[in-house]
């Protein structure tokens, strides 16, 4: 069973259009992160979560973009208004078990592939 | 500020063929130190990890890699690359401290692999 589970595997919207990514990860997960690879580029890190509050974002994650884990297992990220460049994959990540809060290690769902049209 | 340097964009070896994938690192401290795989459509599989000890790591499918301070760098070895390692690397450092640290990722090598 994968640690960390993502859907939809491939959404296709249209500018403008309001987009929700989906992600669960195992239920003692501690810390939950989303990353983004446009086509081609390096892994790029968006937010991090924990205890129900951002804990560090980067400036990729604008105003546009919110998270949200509402029932204590989806981890959600929205994007409110995609534009084209919003076209990329993305990855939900999670880690923290108790006993390993401390290590880093990380956790990749197999990734959302979002195509802006 | 940390950061992660992948020098080579692309390399192409022969199956058999011993694989060297190159990664240097800029962090204030001893950092953690991971390398993961992406196989095409797919997501990020961890190969290897370095947190402390023994520098020289062992990881799955083979692969080990060697954290050197010295030289701040942290690169991916495999004795023999099978045509199933064709995939895209990369390597990434963590900060060393609790919470919600997030890791920082190379821009990646794609790895080919030729009969």
């Known amino acids: 069973e994968p640690e960390v589970t993502q859907t939809p595997s491939h959404q296709v919207t249209q500018m403008g259009q309001e987009v929700i990514l989906r992600c669960v990860p195992i239920s003692n997960h501690l810390y939950f992160y989303w990353y983004r690879q446009i086509l081609g580029q390096k892994v790029e890190f968006l937010v991090s979560f924990y205890n129900n509050e951002i804990s560090e974002k980067s400036e990729i994650f604008d105003d546009q973009f919110s998270v949200e884990r509402p029932d204590g297992s989806n981890f959600t990220l929205k994007i409110r208004s995609t534009k084209l460049e919003d076209s990329a994959m993305y990855f939900c990540?999670?880690?923290?078990?108790?006993?390993?809060?401390?290590?880093?290690?990380?956790?990749f769902g197999e990734g959302s592939r979002l195509t802006v049209l | 500020a940390q950061s992660v340097t992948q020098p080579d964009i692309h390399i192409t070896v022969s199956e058999g063929a011993s694989l060297e994938l190159r990664c240097n690192y800029s962090y204030g401290a001893t950092p953690y130190l991971f390398w993961y795989v992406q196989s095409p459509g797919q997501g990020l599989q961890l190969l290897l990890k370095y947190f402390s000890g023994d520098t020289l790591v062992q990881g799955i499918k083979g692969f080990e890699a060697e954290f050197k301070r010295s030289q701040s760098s942290f690169n991916l070895r495999k004795p023999s690359v099978h045509w199933s390692d064709a995939a895209e690397y990369f390597c990434?450092?963590?900060?060393?401290?609790?919470?919600?640290?997030?890791?920082?990722f190379g821009t990646g090598t794609r790895l080919t692999v030729i009969p």
């Open positions: 990540a999670a880690k923290g078990r108790t006993q390993d809060a401390n290590t880093g290690e990380l956790f």
């Open positions: 990434a450092v963590g900060e060393r401290q609790t919470g919600a640290n997030n890791l920082f």
